[in-house]
């Protein structure tokens, strides 16, 4: 079965730059989806088909995805920004698969 | 704008049966290419998705979950209905349902989410 694999966390000064990778078998063949989590909420979708910002989510957001990984980049981050985040894609079952998700601090 | 909204029961016993509720609104689940799913995260890990209805009465459900879950739409009172038999200790977990927004199948992605309701499994 597909896996998708994220660093447990990834830590980040404010006003810098913060990558989170997605590593899957070709991933870049797949459509990556990926969301925001903070304590006790719901998840809201950051980006989706790799690279396309839903309304309302400022331009510091963005993706990438090509060969085994894909990539969330947060620039200029911000102490709202301190959150767990998810990638998300389908795998050959047909079934929505989800990383296991990386905390990302600000420091 | 779209939202949904989960209810159901906080505590269940093990070997219960699990019923939960979706309400949604801002669209139809009778418009072409519509579809909600289910998703669940245990306490401090990750998501795991569940089940998903489409607008045509399509159900498809976690490979390893299938035996357990079925899914209903009731079109006429926006819900969703989500029942998951033989409950355990560990399916102890917030359950969210979502809308899924571009294809249904291979590609869709989860927006909006419900705030999620926690289901707790314990005798």
């Known amino acids: 079965s597909y896996v998708l694999t994220q660093p447990p966390s990834v830590s980040v000064a404010p006003g810098q730059t913060a990558r989170i990778t997605c590593g899957g078998n070709?991933?870049?063949?797949?459509?990556v989806h990926w969301y925001q989590q903070k304590p006790g909420q719901a998840p809201v979708l950051v980006v989706y088909?790799?690279?396309d910002r839903p309304s309302g989510i400022p331009e510091r957001f963005s993706g990438s995805n090509s060969g085994n990984t894909a990539t969330l980049t947060i620039s200029r981050v911000e102490a709202g920004d301190e959150a767990d985040y998810y990638c998300?894609?389908?795998?050959?079952?047909?079934?929505?698969?989800f990383g296991g998700g990386t905390k990302l601090t600000v420091l | 704008q779209v939202t949904l909204r989960e209810s159901g029961p906080a505590l269940v016993k093990p070997t219960q049966t699990l019923t939960l509720t979706c309400t949604f609104s801002?669209?139809?689940?009778?418009?072409?290419?519509?579809?909600v799913s289910w998703v669940r995260q245990p306490p401090g890990k990750a998501l795991e998705w569940l089940a998903l209805?489409?607008?045509?009465?399509?159900?498809y459900y976690s490979t390893s979950l299938k035996t357990r879950l079925t899914i209903s739409k009731d079109t006429s009172k926006n819900q969703v209905v989500l029942t998951m038999t033989n409950m355990d200790p560990v399916d102890t977990a917030t359950y969210y349902c979502?809308?899924?927004?571009?294809?249904?199948?291979?590609?869709?992605?989860?927006?909006?989410w419900g705030q999620g309701t926690l289901v707790t499994v314990s005798s």
């Open positions: 209805i489409d607008w045509d009465d399509d159900k």
């Open positions: 979502a809308r899924i927004g571009g294809s249904c199948y291979s590609q869709g992605w989860f927006d909006p």
């Open positions: 998300q894609v389908w795998d050959s079952s047909s079934d929505p698969l």
């Open positions: 070709n991933i870049g063949s797949k459509s």
């Open positions: 801002g669209f139809s689940l009778s418009t072409s290419g519509m579809c």
């Open positions: 088909d790799d690279s």
